[in-house]
């Protein structure tokens, strides 16, 4: 079965605290790993996607197909990263997202 | 660059009342979808839109749900009679193409509420 499993609803840290936001998945093949994240008030968008193997926003995500794990990363964590972040995955040849049950982050001055 | 629009953005009705949802996606873009996002949830694919043809809609309820996109633009998603458990966010989202970048635009969501 396609899966993506977020263990943590909410995340708590204080600004400058490291962050990892936990994701695992389960797809039979190789899937493509994206994390979303809605900052209140805001839209759902992307944040990053795993092809791309790109830092945003000082945040880095590494696909691990051992552990099928693709947790989000950064190492100070800013007042403004305070969102709502979804780990989300799509087959080949497909644009059709999984989404696992998000995180909330809550980073505190 | 204009985003994906929806409306209403919020709609309070009794079970068994019908209901429906506009999606207007960015100019240009084929693929158009319908999330629900039951609160505490993530967003779940109800159907999928290239151009104006269905691609996936195997988990939309289709005894009370139903979807168009009629020209393969402008789409509406209808909820006819509307149970509790159809109380969600509706999002519609919109991508360019049907590959598998990833990248969906979502607009403001529908939030309704079945009383």
Same mark, same amino acid.
């Given at each position: ?38 900052? +209140? ?5 992307? @944040? ?7 830092? *945003?926003? =000082?945040?880095?995500?590494? %696909? ?17 990263? +305070? ?5 989300? @995955? ?7 997202? *999984?989404? =696992?049950?998000?995180?909330? %982050?809550?980073?505190?001055? | ?115």
């Amino acid at each position: 079965a396609q899966r993506v499993t977020q263990p943590e609803k909410l995340l708590s840290v204080f600004k400058g605290a490291p962050v990892e936001l936990k994701c695992n998945y389960s797809y039979s093949g190789s899937p493509e790993l994206f994390w979303y994240v809605q900052y +209140s008030r805001q839209r759902l968008q992307l @944040l990053l996607r795993h092809i791309s193997r790109e830092s *945003i926003k =000082g945040f880095t995500a590494d %696909l691990n197909k051992g552990e099928t794990s693709f947790h989000l990363k950064k190492p100070f964590a800013q007042e403004e990263d +305070s969102a709502m972040y979804y780990c989300a @995955l799509s087959g080949q040849n497909t644009d059709k997202l *999984i989404f =696992g049950t998000g995180t909330r %982050l809550q980073v505190f001055p | 660059e204009a985003g994906v629009a929806q409306s209403p953005r919020y709609k309070i009705i009794e079970k068994r009342q019908s209901v429906a949802f506009w999606c207007n996606p960015i100019s240009g873009h084929a693929t158009l979808y319908w999330y629900q996002q039951i609160l505490g949830q993530g967003p779940k694919l109800l159907i999928q839109f290239q151009n104006n043809g269905v691609v996936d809609d195997s988990q939309l309820p289709k005894d009370r749900f139903s979807a168009e996109r009629l020209k393969g633009v402008d789409s509406t998603l209808k909820i006819q009679p509307a149970k509790l458990e159809d109380s969600a966010v509706y999002l519609c989202a919109s991508s360019f193409t049907a590959g598998n970048t990833g990248e969906l635009f979502f607009g403001e969501g529908s939030r309704l509420t079945v009383l």
